[in-house]
């Protein structure tokens, strides 16, 4: 079956930088577009960045252009999301998620999500 | 970008009960919306998309209709693994993709 686990989240100080890691099984990873959503505690779900299936194509929120690099190693099924210049307002559950259902469409809904993984930006 | 609002953002409802959460859009995006199930501490379920629908494997009680600024989501006979936070999704103008604010479901 599908499965997602994201990893690499901790606590961090407000511009320092991390890198999270999705690791991805149970499908052709290299054939679907990947998104990583966010969620602020006690908030609702933000959409962070987009990656296509081959990685040619980024798109990502204004709150985090400039400073988050999204990007993909289909050899290790892998999806990463850089994040640098890390600020108060970062910290959040991030989910990574498949696309859906049109799979190297950028767009689309999400059908399979990661268990997600906290990064909490604090000093 | 498109808004999305979601209406109410609580509401209180007993088992068996029907209800209904509304999402309306700043502007038309056809059918492309999509309804999700959080429960505490978990990941969203993808319930609904295309505005209408049911994605593989979720309870018929769910139901979703509307079509260019107004959606509906609609439980049938509310069970009590439903009460959990509900999010309206749109891609129709992207980047960004954007969500409702969320609706809170709880028992009565």
């Known amino acids: 079956q599908v499965q997602l686990v994201e990893s690499g989240g901790g606590v961090v100080q407000p511009g320092r930088s991390l890198r999270l890691s999705c690791a991805a099984s149970?499908?052709?990873?290299?054939?679907?577009?990947m998104h990583w959503v966010r969620q602020a505690p006690g908030k609702g779900l933000e959409w962070v960045a987009v990656?296509?299936?081959?990685?040619?194509?980024?798109y990502y929120a204004d709150s985090v252009k400039g400073r988050f690099t999204i990007s993909r190693d289909n050899s290790k099924k892998t999806l990463f999301l850089e994040m640098n210049s890390l600020r108060a307002e970062d910290t959040a559950v991030y989910y990574c998620?498949?696309?859906?259902?049109?799979?190297?469409?950028?767009?689309?809904?999400?059908?399979?999500w990661g268990q997600g993984t906290l990064v909490t930006v604090s000093s | 970008d498109i808004q999305l609002t979601q209406s109410p953002s609580f509401l209180s409802a007993s088992v068996g009960d029907r209800v209904t959460i509304t999402c309306r859009a700043s502007?038309?995006?056809?059918?492309?919306l999509a309804w999700y199930q959080q429960q505490p501490g978990k990941a969203p379920k993808l319930l609904i998309y295309?505005?209408?629908t049911l994605q593989s494997g979720v309870p018929s009680r769910f139901s979703g209709s509307g079509s260019g600024t107004e959606f509906t989501l609609t439980i049938d006979s509310l069970q009590p693994e439903d009460f959990a936070t509900y999010y309206c999704?749109?891609?129709?103008?992207?980047?960004?993709?954007?969500f409702g604010q969320g609706t809170r479901l709880e028992i009565k």
């Open positions: 295309a505005a209408s």
């Open positions: 502007q038309g995006i056809s059918n492309y």
């Open positions: 990656i296509s299936y081959d990685g040619s194509k980024k």
């Open positions: 999704q749109q891609r129709s103008s992207y980047p960004p993709i954007t």
């Open positions: 149970g499908f052709t990873f290299s054939s679907y577009a």
């Open positions: 998620a498949k696309v859906f259902p049109n799979y190297h469409d950028t767009s689309g809904y999400f059908d399979q």
